[in-house]
């Protein structure tokens, strides 16, 4: 059976309470880490991280981070490096979220040269991309997801790495709001993506995952979707059981 990997996206909604809470419920119920096809992941905030580091020695859930910095050192306050992030068993790293774009008003330029630090490092990046409602209605989602990708999909040309690639379509609409798009709507978008990366050298080693809204009610319906590697998830994650059951759903 293929793997199929589940990425919590803790946002900003986790405290250390709540982090000691989830990690007892995991450790009375490991039920995640029983199965080898499953890969479960958890985007903490920076804190966090190193909390988490210090508790998931020996676990078989992998730590990651929400944003990096473009730079490995120097004098860029209020950035966190990757080299630092590195010390503390980071395994995978989200860029180019679409709350980070619009917060922090990250370029497409930015955000590709993140992903090449990760890639550099070895280190998995979670790339987001989306389009918004507007964009939707406009007709120009296509456009839009290519827009977010192309210097990303340049630089993948000549990269010859074997480090795990994800690239998570997460339209904003969806993201926080139960709203999922129509399943013909993804099944196109998803054969779209596939398309645009087929003929790079590193095809094999970039998986698809789908973000915004999964949660318990949505995931059977997700879970139907071709073509697709996994999940990643946000609200619906910060709770151990719901996590659970997205991650037992058949
Ligand atoms: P959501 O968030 O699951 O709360 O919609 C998903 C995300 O933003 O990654």
């Not at 199929?4 to 009375?28: C, P, R, V």
């Not at 926080?176 to 087929?198: A, D, R, S």
Request: negative net charge.
């Amino acid at each position: 059976m293929k793997k199929t990997y589940y990425f919590a996206n803790w946002k900003m909604y986790q405290s250390f309470a709540g982090i000691d809470a989830f990690l007892m419920e995991y450790a009375t119920d490991n039920v995640l880490a029983a199965d080898a096809d499953v890969y479960v992941g958890i985007a903490a905030s920076y804190e966090h991280i190193y909390y988490l580091s210090q508790k998931l020695e020996n676990s078989s859930l992998y730590l990651g981070a929400q944003d990096c910095s473009q730079f490995l050192h120097g004098a860029y306050t209020g950035q966190v490096s990757l080299q630092s992030l590195m010390q503390m068993q980071l395994s995978f790293c989200i860029v180019g979220h679409s709350e980070v774009r619009q917060l922090l008003g990250q370029s497409y330029e930015t955000i590709a040269l993140k992903f090449k630090v990760l890639l550099a490092a070895n280190i998995s990046p979670i790339l987001c991309i989306g389009e918004t409602l507007v964009q939707k209605e406009d007709g120009v989602t296509l456009q839009i997801l290519y827009d977010q990708l192309e210097s990303v999909l340049e630089f993948l040309q000549s990269y010859q790495g074997t480090t795990k690639i994800f690239i998570a379509y997460e339209p904003v609409y969806a993201i926080g709001t139960g709203v999922i798009p129509e399943t013909h709507e993804l099944q196109e978008i998803f054969y779209f993506l596939q398309k645009l990366v087929k003929e790079l050298p590193v095809a094999k080693n970039i998986m698809f995952l789908y973000g915004g809204s999964v949660h318990t009610q949505t995931i059977g319906l997700l879970k139907n979707l071709e073509g697709i590697s996994g999940f990643l998830i946000g609200k619906a994650s910060i709770d151990f059981q719901a996590l659970k059951k997205i991650v037992e759903c058949e």
